[in-house]
């Protein structure tokens, strides 16, 4: 199965209707908790030494487990945990790369939530955020570097503005101060962009975004590239003794990095912030995620083509000042995207209106097939406006950096025709200059 190509793996990937009563479709196995069959096997469940054998749907789940799994494969990946939301994901992330204090390297230009867990939350736990202005500044990213920095952050497309983040610099630099570039690629997904092709080392999502692509489940994704080394000084708690892996094969040195190797990081994300957290995503959503990841090359080609036409309607409107996606030819990260993301950038886009708020909410107010709704990836298209929704945290000192705005107004293109979405757009604009 791992040599099959992409839009086979979204569909059979990490499944065998073998093994579950010849089920074409993965079943859901609502289940809190599983049989342990002999002491032995539940002993080596345990201690997490048995593949493909469940005990407690907190730590791991058939149905979640072929999504891991599917996801995992299309990534290219050495493990993947899902989690019940993308910031959980973040958070999970972040705690496990910086335990105990650190420093991580963030650009300004995030998701507002992310900024505000990076700004005011996690140093509340000892880790500070050491934030630049552009990310692809390499120089200035190298110059935060201190000895007690824990990883590089990064977007691969930011939100709002479409800003490609490079990763092949950004893990260059990472890696020669021994330390993990993290990649939050959301906005992509795996079938624009496997940032792992280019360096990065563990890559997040809340896939209740274009993974899921229906709009109908919370949930998040951490994935291990299994690339980087962490049996080092600087990462003390991959190399401790963790009394839940002790067991007749590792009865001296069980520590994560010593039991599990190249899947050090996600197996102590899945035995350490899964178990004992318990942001844990359900059966049912995970049967959702596979049904919408079912049909995700057909969803983004066409949600890119329509986007990449109603960016380049928006850059001829006399009322729009600006517009932000960077996949179009006219952008300054035009080369980056076509490097990163020769398929699109992505269903997202953003615009400046050029005038005043209350003709902004009138543009709200007006549109009839967009839906006014703060989510992206969904098989609908969806507008708002950041700064008063999705944004609300930024301070207002780092407002620019995002080019927040009053007059900002956010795009998630959808299944929708391209000429009904421009006529709607069309028509809104008209009715709030009116």
């Known amino acids: 199965m791992t040599s099959n190509r992409f839009d086979t793996l979204r569909i059979h990937g990490g499944y065998d209707p073998n093994k579950n009563q010849y089920a074409a479709s993965v079943p859901i196995y609502q289940n809190a908790a599983f049989a342990l069959g002999t002491a032995r096997r539940g002993e080596k469940i345990a201690a997490g030494t048995l593949s493909e054998a469940y005990s407690y749907s907190r730590v791991a789940n058939p149905t979640v487990d072929v999504f891991e799994k599917r996801i995992n494969l299309l990534s290219h990946g050495v493990g993947t945990v899902a989690v019940s939301s993308g910031m959980a994901a973040i958070s999970d992330t972040i705690f496990n790369v910086a335990e105990g204090g650190g420093r991580i390297i963030v650009p300004k230009d995030i998701y507002g939530a992310s900024l505000d867990e990076f700004d005011t939350f996690f140093p509340k736990f000892g880790i500070k955020a050491d934030f630049v202005d552009d990310i692809n500044n390499l120089a200035e990213v190298e110059s935060k570097i201190k000895t007690d920095t824990k990883a590089i952050y990064a977007e691969s497309v930011s939100n709002p503005t479409t800003s490609i983040a490079d990763i092949e610099g950004l893990a260059k630099i990472a890696h020669q101060a021994e330390i993990p570039l993290i990649i939050d690629n959301t906005f992509c997904t795996p079938y624009l962009l496997n940032p792992f092709d280019f360096g990065a080392d563990i890559v997040v999502y809340s896939s209740t975004k274009g ?113 932000y996606y960077s996949g179009l030819p006219e952008s300054p990260q035009y080369k980056l995207a076509k490097k990163y993301l020769p398929k699109g950038i992505g269903s997202v886009l953003s615009f400046d209106l050029d005038g005043t708020f209350d003709q902004v909410r009138k543009l709200l107010d007006s549109v009839k097939v967009f839906l006014y709704l703060p989510n992206i990836g969904d098989s609908r298209s969806l507008i708002v406006n950041p700064l008063q929704i999705t944004h609300r945290e930024v301070p207002k000192d780092q407002r620019a950096a995002n080019n927040l705005t009053n007059q900002l107004l956010r795009l998630s293109i959808g299944l929708e025709d391209s000429d009904d979405l421009i006529a709607d757009l069309d028509q809104a604009i008209k009715k709030a200059f009116a």
């Open 211 to 323: 993974i899921n692509g229906h709009g109908n489940v919370i949930s998040g994704l951490i994935v291990d590239g299994g690339q980087f080394d962490w049996n080092t000084a600087k990462f003390p708690q991959f190399q401790e003794n963790e009394f839940t892996l002790k067991s007749e094969q590792f009865s001296e040195n069980y520590s994560f990095a010593n039991v599990f190797g190249k899947q050090a990081f996600i197996q102590r994300i899945r035995l350490k912030y899964l178990r004992l957290l318990g942001s844990v995503l359900d059966p049912f959503a995970a049967y959702l995620e596979l049904l919408g990841l079912e049909t995700i090359s057909e969803r983004l080609d066409k949600e890119v083509s329509t986007s990449l036409k109603i960016a380049k309607y928006l850059s001829q409107n006399p009322h729009v000042k600006k517009v």
